[in-house]
């Protein structure tokens, strides 16, 4: 409950413009930040993109392959189920 009461006091209308009006220097020093990680990023080379590249497109057919063989498996199974049924 205290901290609910505190909240509230800290909400004053100065305290509020306050924090309205400092936003210009907390976005550029968002940015100064920004920039300093980017500086640090290790990017892979060319080599790497396009080995990994291969890797995901080998994946995505296989599991797309994989997908296809159980939903055609599945269909007939459900189909016989079916005709075995309405008989």
Partial sequence: MAKAESS?????????TA?????PARL???????QVEMRAVTW???KQV???TIVVLV???AFAGYFFLV???LGR???????TFTR
């Fill in 71 to 73: 939903d055609l498996v």
């Fill in 44 to 46: 892979p080379n060319w």
């Fill in 8 to 16: 509230v006091a800290n909400m004053s209308a100065g305290n509020v």
């Fill in 59 to 61: 994946a995505v057919f």
């Fill in 50 to 52: 396009r080995s990994t």
């Fill in 77 to 83: 199974a459900i189909q016989r189920v079916f005709e």
């Fill in 19 to 23: 924090k309205i009006g400092g936003w």
């Fill in 28 to 34: 550029k020093a968002y940015f100064g930040e920004l």
